[in-house]
């Protein structure tokens, strides 16, 4: 259906000027109705193209780019997670894409409705002219959309339509493509898609290696304080899964990058991130193993499932604690000092900091000499490592494996801008892979190890506990077995990973003289 944008405070008589003589208009229907736009935190919806909104208690799941309706549903409470969501196809659609996210209100709005029939000489309507202007809820100084005029023919009168859209083209109005989810978001200044864990960082190959990891460790900052914000409010664990991610790829770039800042300013704030990051540790694993209950439940008899429900108890009255413990860090005196220090590092001006009279060695090196000479340096070093661990089955060596992958991955990832993106890729997207099964045994690892420890925290003289034992025990073997596997896929995804075809890759794009060096995106 043909649709406009309409002049800030068109009303009905300019509305009846901009169509002419031959029809006139008469107003019917209107009403006012109040649509919530929701999505998780990272905007799992939007980039899966699907919109999800209320209006009164009626859901309604949009793909945005085929621009239909997939599915509604009627619920008299606003889902949060997406157990919250009756079964149907509204959850089926929701289950994969979610997971523990937790839907967010994105957009809060009103919605105004005009409808006005469309009149003939002979005063039939011929067609419905269907004005709408959304505007926030709570009004706030965010410049509103402009109203969209829809033009929309009644049945037998597909002509009508057509001749309305072109006297309207002709008074001056422009299309409009903004459907209704855009609209609402834009009335309350929300960019869909705005957040994102990925780096996303555009740095250029002649930028000052000092300069360049500045803007990494910014970004990674701006990650970190975003979800800060909400761990507190313990709304999802990827909040603090994402703060955590951030925190640990700072302490990389610090210890990755060398040379670029004095010594003692790397020294004093590698040691901070440190303690920012044991400060949340508890909690995480804590997260991770509530998170695993149903799979755990699943891995049990039906006799034994409920023998688990003392160890979850267990697990939540700790997690309650860990919770308050991490809060009362991150409001500490000493988190912020540390917090406002690094904020202050990251703003200041590049070369000799505060007191220094040396500029570090390699402050000034072209960023993609750095980059290319760490990350060659650092794949060398995974290859050497995982041949020695194969060769002679030190299989006990995995989780060392893993830790030296996942620094090369944050470095291909800090300085992925400078290379070609198919083929950075291409070989980040094979050491996930690699990473992926090498974390698997070593989650299966850790499991084992803190499901032991709960075994010798639970009181055995209530009779659940000394039940909740048993069950324990066959988790623990089970997770033996699936340890035996883990192994077998952790070896076949680094003998495709240390493939010579791979070699020749990293060789040509981060050597020297490589075809691959200065290429920006």
């Known amino acids: 259906m043909p649709k406009f944008v309409l002049p800030r405070g068109c009303d009905e008589t300019e509305l009846t000027n901009l169509l002419g003589t031959a029809w006139e208009i008469d107003r019917g229907n209107g009403r006012t109705q109040r649509l919530i736009v929701y999505d998780t935190f990272d905007w799992r919806l939007y980039r899966q193209s699907l919109g999800l909104w209320s209006v009164e208690q009626t859901f309604t799941l949009y793909d945005l780019a085929a621009a239909r309706v997939l599915t509604t549903a009627v619920m008299p409470e606003a889902p949060v997670y997406v157990w919250d ?33 469309l009149l003939d000489s002979a005063a039939q309507p011929v067609a419905e002219l269907v004005v709408e202007e959304i505007r926030p809820s709570a009004p706030d100084d965010t410049p509103l959309p402009p109203a969209s005029l829809t033009v929309q023919p009644l049945a037998g009168q597909p002509q ?11 008074a001056g109005l422009q299309a409009s493509e903004t459907d209704t989810y855009t609209a609402a ?66 302490r990389s770039a610090l210890s990755q990058i060398k040379a670029v800042f004095p010594p003692d300013t790397i020294s004093r704030f590698k040691q901070d991130f440190k303690v920012i990051g044991q400060l949340s540790n508890h909690l995480r694993d804590l997260d991770v193993y509530l998170l695993s ?11 034994l499932r409920d023998a688990l429900d003392p160890m979850f108890d267990h697990l939540r009255q700790k997690r309650a604690y860990a ?43 072209p960023i993609i000499s750095l980059a290319r000479r760490r990350i060659y340096k650092r794949y060398q070093q ?35 801008s400078l290379f ?47 039940r909740a034992l048993v069950a324990i025990g066959w988790l623990v073997a089970n997770l033996e077995q699936k340890k035996t596997q883990a192994k077998a896929e952790s070896a076949a995804a680094f003998t495709q990973f240390a493939a010579a075809e ?14 691959g060096e200065g290429v920006t995106r």
Do not use: C
Not at 85 to 98: E, Q, S, W
Not at 338 to 355: H, N, Q, R
Not at 382 to 407: D, P, S, Y
Not at 502 to 515: H, K
């Open 293 to 303: 209950e149903e799979d755990y439940r699943n891995q049990l008899p039906d006799f």
């Open 420 to 466: 070609p993106p198919k083929e950075m890729g291409l070989l980040i997207r094979q050491l996930k892979q690699l990473q992926s099964h090498l974390g698997d045994l070593n989650d299966l690892n850790v499991q084992q190890a803190y499901l032991l420890h709960i075994a010798d925290d639970l009181p055995l003289r209530h009779k659940k506990n000394r």
């Open 185 to 250: 978001l834009t009335a309350v200044g929300q960019a869909p898609g705005a957040y994102s864990t990925r780096l996303d960082i555009n740095l250029t190959p002649d930028m000052r290696a000092d300069a360049a990891t500045k803007a990494i460790l910014r970004y990674l900052f701006q990650v970190m304080r975003t979800n800060e914000a909400y761990i507190r409010q313990d709304l999802d664990p990827e909040f603090l899964h994402d703060y955590r991610v951030a925190v640990r790829r700072t």
């Open 160 to 170: 009508v339509a057509q001749e309305v859209s072109e006297q309207l083209a002709q």
């Open 85 to 117: 969501l009756p079964p149907g196809l509204l959850r089926a659609r929701l289950d994969p894409i979610m997971g523990v996210r937790a839907l967010l209100p994105q957009a809060d709005v009103l919605v105004q409705t005009a409808v006005y029939q």
């Open 382 to 416: 995974v290859i050497a490592a995982g041949q020695v661990i194969l060769a002679e089955n030190q299989q006990g060596q995995m989780h060392t494996l893993r830790i030296e992958g996942k620094k090369l991955r944050y470095l291909m990832e800090f300085f992925a």
């Open 323 to 365: 919770l308050r413990e991490v809060s009362e860090g991150l409001k500490s005196a000493d988190y912020r000092q540390m917090v406002a220090d690094w904020e202050a590092f990251l703003a200041g001006p590049v070369g000799a900091e505060k007191g220094e009279t040396a500029v570090p060695r390699k402050a000034a090196t």
């Open 502 to 515: 791979n070699g020749r890759l990293f060789a040509q794009l981060f050597t020297e003289g490589g075809e």
